[in-house]
């Protein structure tokens, strides 16, 4: 096992564009019985835009599709890739057929797969996806591959961030003080128990909330939680 990280670790390091990323992970998939390997990843921000770098080696017309038909927003392995610390493993189902997605999937010979989500302390985001025709993943692969995909999703996310288009540069730069109302805000506490628990007065909690939310550039302050939980800021 040492050895297969370890050969991989080094063609990875020598990565100089998102192209010979996703030549390592082809070759990565193919030893581990897949034919196809993608990794898509995203910044938090802006929200309504926010830069993306995806990768495959998937037929051009079906990242083509996957594109233009916004498949992300309903692809169910990413989604629950997204929800889950682990790697996911997935197959079309029974009534395929049924699905314009999964129809489109089945067309282009993509049937069975991983899928693994990373996450960068920059707030980015990714997910690699292995999948192939044939053969869904058994419980006995599933075991003997699940830290291999979990590794595999790690090392292409921190080999695909330098070529990440940067977001329009972001510094909240907030005080001790409305950090702390920050946190305790995202815990659900009211501004009177806020009060109660920082020793201040509620006006004072206030005050800081309203600047929180400014300077997150938020309309309110559950937006300005949430935004801050995008950035890692909780």
């Not at 063609?11 to 897949?34: K, M």
């Not at 898509?40 to 996957?66: D, T």
């Not at 305790?184 to 128990?193: H, L, M, Q, R």
């Not at 300077?215 to 559950?222: A, D």
Request: cysteine-free.
């Amino acid at each position: 096992m040492h050895d297969f990280l370890q050969f991989w670790l080094n063609e990875f390091s020598r990565s100089e564009n998102p192209q010979h990323v996703i030549s390592v992970l082809t070759r990565a998939a193919a030893t581990l019985g897949y034919e196809y390997a993608a990794y898509g990843m995203r910044r938090p921000f802006p929200i309504s835009n926010p830069p993306i770098l995806m990768v495959s080696n998937y037929p051009a017309r079906w990242q083509e599709r996957y594109i233009e038909a916004r498949f992300a927003n309903i692809d169910g392995a990413v989604k629950a890739a997204l929800g889950s610390d682990r790697p996911v493993t997935w197959s079309a189902p029974a009534n395929a057929s049924k699905s314009a997605f999964w129809a489109e999937a089945l067309s282009f010979g993509i049937a069975h797969g991983w899928s693994s989500a990373s996450r960068g302390a920059d707030g980015a985001i990714g997910v690699l996806t292995l999948s192939r025709t044939q053969d869904p993943i058994d419980t006995a692969e599933k075991f003997r591959n699940e830290s291999i995909v979990h590794w595999l999703a790690n090392v292409a996310h921190a080999s695909m961030a330098p070529f990440l288009p940067a977001a329009d540069e972001f510094d909240p730069d907030l005080t001790r003080r409305e950090t702390d109302v920050l946190k305790w805000t995202a815990d659900g506490k009211t501004a009177y128990e806020i009060a109660l628990i920082l020793s201040i007065s509620e006006s004072t909690v206030n005050f800081h909330v309203k600047n929180i939310v400014s300077k997150l550039g938020s309309t309110n302050k559950i937006q300005a939680v949430a935004k801050a939980a995008l950035m890692g800021m909780l």
